[in-house]
Nanobody, 124 residues
Framework: QVQLVESGGGLVQAGGSLRLSCEAS????????MGWFRQAPGKEPEFVCA????????YYADSVKGRFALSRVNAKNTMYLQMNSLRPEDTAVYYC?????????????????WGQGTQVTVSS
């Protein structure tokens, strides 16, 4: 069972930036697509972005496209989410997740391992 540990969340003013990291345990990190979801209070979980196994392809929700950038370093078992031009509506708990295979997806059901989450709060 892979363990996913997120870090980098915090409080930032609108327009600011944060970089989230997700480190995976084990030796199979490079075999799987990875993604980020977020959940704001009182709302359903929302797809944010995903990346294929090699890092060559990335996918973003329309709400973050052009502001967020996803990358991974397989040699470090780590995925990074650079978040720029943050807005109050980006406030949520952000969850790192591993897909069931190599192809990224916007569907929660296509992911089988989840981190504990990291809080991102954007003040206006």
């Amino acid at each position: 069972q892979v363990q996913l540990v997120e870090s980098g969340g915090g409080l930032v003013q609108a327009g600011g930036s944060l970089r989230l990291s997700c480190e995976a345990s084990g030796r199979t990190f490079s075999r799987y697509a990875m993604g980020w979801f977020r959940q704001a209070p009182g709302k359903e979980p929302e797809f944010v972005c995903a990346i294929n196994w090699s890092g060559g392809s990335t996918y973003y929700a329309d709400s973050v496209k052009g502001r967020f950038a996803l990358s991974r370093v397989n040699a470090k078992n780590t995925m990074y989410l650079q978040m720029n031009s943050l807005r109050p509506e980006d406030t949520a708990v952000y969850y790192c997740t591993r897909a069931r295979g190599t192809i990224p997806s916007a569907s929660q059901g296509d992911y089988d391992s989840w981190g504990q989450g990291t809080q991102v709060t954007v003040s206006s």
